[in-house]
């Protein structure tokens, strides 16, 4: 890693479970969870504190299963399923390159997962370890954008990062079909929420806002993009309350 020092002191990472597929059309890919792992890995090293949300569309998309005739709520539940088979996937990872590592659900799952108390996972960030939050918010028709903005202001992080899958920030429609599409260096909660931009739903963006909680949008699979996001490197969206400067 650089010799800069970590700008962040406490952060909250959200993981898309497409983003851990990486060239793969279902799953994990072990080298993507390996180079995830090892960010993290140099990034405590540097005293930083480190939270994880990771989604699980790699597995299974709720509002799919939705659009082919299944109970929403019961689609979103199966959801969270899906996030725990992807958390216990990177706490192993975690845990093979020597990070301590807790995995807390908000739904109860005692045989794999600590119950979701939040003092508790402070005071694991207290301690250099690795907490990685499972089970999305515990409620149906809620996204893991929104729990990773609930579980980063509650825990206090100092910045919300939003690792996407082959996705280098936030423009103003989807580059993947739209090669036209113009890219924001940054912008405001505010115009985020007025432009409906799609890359994180607007719970999240509303609750970032109203907790003047930063956002910064970028691609996981750019070189060691965790790493220089947390050193304050430009890197993908920079996301802010327009009441700063």
């Given at each position: 890693m650089a010799a800069k020092k970590p700008k962040y002191e406490r952060v909250l990472l959200k993981l898309s479970g497409e983003a851990l597929m990486g060239k793969k059309r279902f799953g994990i890919?072990?080298?993507v969870l390996t180079r995830v792992a090892q960010q993290i890995k140099q990034i405590i090293e540097q005293g930083v504190e480190v939270a994880i949300v990771v989604g699980g569309g790699n597995f299974w998309r709720g509002?799919?299963?939705e659009a082919k005739g299944?109970?929403?709520?019961t689609a979103d539940y199966a959801g969270m399923l899906a996030t725990v088979l992807n958390a216990l996937a990177l706490q192993d990872s975690l845990e093979n390159k020597g990070v301590t590592t807790r995995t807390q659900s908000a739904i109860t799952m005692h045989a794999v997962a600590e119950p979701y108390i939040r003092r508790r996972a402070i005071r694991h960030l207290e301690k250099k370890r690795v907490v990685i939050f499972a089970g999305g918010t515990g409620n149906p028709y809620m996204t893991t954008d929104t729990a990773a903005a609930l579980r980063a202001i509650e825990i206090g992080?100092?910045?919300l990062l939003v690792a996407k899958n082959k996705v280098d920030g936030v423009y103003d429609s989807d580059p993947l079909s739209n090669p036209r599409a113009k890219k924001f260096d940054r912008l405001t909660h505010r115009v985020a929420l007025k432009l409906?931009?799609?890359v994180m739903d607007s719970t999240a963006f509303s609750l970032c806002h109203d907790n003047k909680l930063p956002i910064i949008i970028f691609d996981l699979q750019g070189k060691q993009s965790i790493e220089r996001a947390i050193c304050g490197e430009h890197v993908g969206t920079f996301v802010t309350n327009e009441e700063e400067k």
């Open positions: 890919d072990r080298s509002t799919g299963s299944m109970d929403r709520a992080a100092d910045v409906q931009l799609q």
